[in-house]
């Protein structure tokens, strides 16, 4: 693998070589995010007279102000303005954000969004490391990698809880706004679906499909999003696919899909359906926001976001789920997708759908209420939030059963889940 130190100016070596090296309790120094501390990260369009080229400002103390095994809170808001450059871009460069931190030595980055968690190592700090050094990467890397679209880049880096908190409240508006901009779309308005491989340097078999009404598994990219990334680079990781003759409608299994995913994976994944969780799933990469798993004795499905830490009825917490699943390999009885994906029309209706939900963390079935009423009324159960268990109820399927039967859960008279 090629180092390349040359051309971006911070004291440690940088390159897709450390883009898999993980930093370790013991060579820990410093960490944010990982549901310790808030980590954010944002990208928004400016205009041109509104910010400086290269300028990259720290507001609030620096990881050299921190002792060993401290935690701290991150925002990192980037600004572009550039002739060519569009809103709608916003979302891509975001994702960058990920393999772009990994690449410098001796720091780890994991998530996206409101759920990143960046660790910085004993050997980094030796070397000088400062969270500047972010800025300057992302500013060297947004202009070699996106000459046609980013003309100035200025980035700010936040460590103060309040600053924090303010970037992360006007990310979560802007995510909102993202995702909903596929929420008027079906997966029969088009012809069309889009790849993504961006993740094949962790998971190597690993191909998302991401049609209107599945968004990729990592929440940062939806339909229109891979659409835009194909206009800014028709050669990169995300590809258009013809779905072609459709072979199960049920499941959301397509020819021209399985095609292209048997390519991509180099032969190791044939086919998979993009609306079942229990027969040949789509495959799961580290990177998911959530994961579902089935619940056999509840005739249902639960599901767990990153950013909770607690045991699931399961039996597994979410990263050991991810462990063992975010391999890239297709897991029966257990799919990684976006929280937004729960929501959307499509999710597992092969199995069931949004009525087959049992369980979820309390914290992300509040997040997603106003989505859930929605849907639970448009499924025909307008008050399923209310049958939905979550930790408060019980950790394990013994102790949320109950519960389902006293509020005639729909999934209970549903056809079994595995049959
Ligand atoms: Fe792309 Fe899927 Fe990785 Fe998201 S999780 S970046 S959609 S490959
Ligand atoms: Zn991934």
């Known amino acids: 693998l090629k180092v390349n130190v040359t051309e971006i100016d911070i004291p440690m070596a940088?390159?897709?070589?450390?883009?898999?090296?993980?930093?370790?309790?013991?060579?820990?120094?410093?960490?944010?995010?990982?549901?310790?501390?808030?980590?954010?990260?944002?990208?928004?369009?400016?205009?041109?007279?509104?910010?400086e080229d290269g300028k990259v400002i720290l507001e609030g103390p620096d990881v050299t102000d921190l002792k060993e095994g401290e935690t701290f809170p991150l925002g990192i808001y980037v600004q572009i303005a550039g002739r060519e450059f569009q809103e709608d871009f916003e979302p891509i460069m975001e994702r960058q954000i990920h393999h772009l931190v990994?690449?410098?030595?001796?720091?780890?980055?994991?998530?996206?969004?409101?759920?990143?968690?960046?660790?910085?190592?004993?050997?980094?700090?030796?070397?000088?490391?400062?969270?500047?050094?972010?800025?300057?990467v992302l500013h060297a890397k947004f202009h070699q990698d996106f000459k046609k679209i980013v003309d100035k880049v200025q980035v700010t880096l936040y460590t103060k809880t309040?600053?924090?908190?303010?970037?992360?409240?006007?990310a979560r508006a802007e995510y909102q706004t993202r995702d909903s901009r596929v929420d008027s779309m079906t997966d029969e308005d088009v012809e069309i679906f889009y790849s993504c491989t961006l993740c094949q340097s962790f998971a190597p078999n690993h191909v998302c499909s991401v049609s209107p009404e599945r968004t990729g598994l990592c929440g940062a990219?939806?339909?229109?999003?891979?659409?835009?990334?194909?206009?800014i680079n028709p050669t990169g990781p995300n590809q258009p696919i013809e779905k072609g003759e459709c072979i199960d409608p049920k499941l959301g299994q397509w020819k021209?899909?399985?095609?292209?995913?048997?390519?991509?994976?180099?032969?190791?994944?044939?086919?998979?359906?993009?609306?079942?969780?229990?027969?040949?799933p789509m495959t799961t990469c580290g990177c998911c926001e959530c994961i579902a798993a089935m619940l056999p004795s509840c005739n249902g499905v639960m599901t767990v976001g990153r950013d909770y830490p607690g045991d699931t009825p399961c039996g597994m917490k979410f990263t050991t789920l991810a462990g063992v699943m975010g391999g890239?390999?297709?897991?029966?009885?257990?799919?990684?997708h976006s929280k937004h994906n729960i929501t959307q029309g499509k999710f597992i209706l092969g199995d069931g759908g949004l009525l087959r939900m049992v369980w979820m963390p309390k914290m992300?079935?509040?997040?997603?209420?106003?989505?859930?009423?929605?849907?639970?009324?448009?499924?025909?159960?307008?008050d399923l939030y209310d049958k939905i268990a979550d930790e408060t109820v019980g950790i394990t399927e013994e102790e949320i059963l109950?519960?389902?039967?006293?509020?005639?859960?729909?999934?209970?008279s549903m056809e079994p889940l595995i049959g």
């Open 14 to 51: 940088f390159g897709p070589a450390f883009e898999g090296e993980r930093v370790r309790g013991a060579d820990l120094h410093v960490q944010c995010g990982g549901g310790k501390t808030q980590c954010t990260e944002l990208v928004k369009m400016a205009q041109m007279n509104e910010i």
């Open 102 to 136: 990994n690449y410098i030595q001796g720091i780890m980055h994991i998530g996206q969004r409101d759920i990143s968690w960046v660790r910085i190592s004993k050997a980094a700090m030796e070397k000088g490391f400062s969270l500047k050094h972010i800025g300057v």
């Open 162 to 170: 309040e600053d924090v908190d303010k970037i992360t409240a006007r």
């Open 221 to 231: 990219y939806n339909w229109m999003d891979c659409r835009a990334a194909f206009e």
């Open 256 to 280: 021209g899909v399985n095609e292209f995913v048997q390519k991509a994976s180099r032969g190791a994944v044939t086919h998979y359906n993009f609306y079942s969780m229990v027969h040949d």
């Open 328 to 336: 890239g390999a297709c897991s029966p009885g257990f799919v990684g």
């Open 364 to 382: 992300l079935k509040e997040e997603l209420k106003d989505r859930i009423d929605a849907r639970g009324a448009a499924m025909g159960v307008p």
């Open 402 to 412: 109950p519960f389902l039967q006293e509020k005639g859960h729909p999934a209970l």
